[in-house]
């Protein structure tokens, strides 16, 4: 008569297995185990700090946890979001600009000038921040036929050595803004004059800077500038 009871402890004893756990799947993490993973949005970036005086397209943070273009593989990253030492290659319909000369590009919402005035070895630095070559890039944009204010700052643009690899971004010193002019949003008509670093530890003084600017919906080509850096 006994056997009779086999199913009823058949049932408790697999309850009891699963509220142990031993019913979860290989691979299966709880939120606990999880959260190491998640990569939270860096606030200390200069990127997160996007004050009121942006325009909206720069106001929006990345969300936490999601990956950047270079980590999805979805197209090329630009800017900030290229890590330094990766092997970068330009479009095949870059255009090749001149440094001093001015390009034209159509943005989604208008046109934009885009002056790469100089590209030189510089003896500037910031307090704390030591590099034996460090790049100085001063570029000028204009917003001749946008309906909204543009800004073009680091996202924007990449340095590369004579390897194709990207160099690390250098930070200027911005509480000199005479020295070290930053970019600004700037309405239809207006201009601004700004300045970028990057840190040059290949032997060879051969670089290449890049503009592509997806932030703005470009539909236009790829810009790029090679010059010998002294």
Request: one cysteine or more; glycine letters at 8%.
């Amino acid at each position: 008569m006994a056997h009779k009871y086999y199913p009823w402890i058949a049932a408790a004893l697999v309850s009891v297995m699963l509220f142990a756990g031993c019913g979860k799947k290989a691979g299966d993490t709880s939120s606990a185990d999880s959260s190491g993973v998640t990569k939270a949005f860096d606030e200390s970036h200069p990127a997160g700090n996007a004050d009121d005086s942006l325009p909206d397209y720069l106001k929006e943070k990345p969300v936490a946890g999601s990956p950047t273009p270079s980590e999805s593989g979805d197209g090329q990253a630009e800017g900030m979001n290229i890590l330094p030492g990766t092997d970068v290659k330009l479009d095949d319909d870059a255009k090749e600009a001149k440094v001093g000369k001015a390009e034209t590009y159509t943005s989604n919402t208008g046109e934009v000038e885009l002056t790469i005035d100089s590209i030189e070895l510089t003896s500037i630095r910031s307090p704390g921040q030591e590099a034996d070559k460090v790049v100085r890039i001063t570029y000028t944009y204009r917003n001749t036929g946008r309906s909204d204010a543009i800004m073009l700052g680091n996202y924007s643009f990449k340095l590369l050595d004579s390897k194709g690899k990207a160099c690390t971004e250098y930070f200027f010193d911005t509480s000199d803004p005479d020295l070290n002019p930053q970019a600004m949003p700037i309405e239809k008509g207006g201009s601004c004059t700004a300045v970028l670093g990057y840190i040059l530890t290949d032997s060879s003084n051969d670089v290449t800077l890049v503009f592509d600017d997806l932030t703005h919906s470009t539909v236009e080509t790829e810009l790029y500038w090679r010059v010998t850096v002294k």
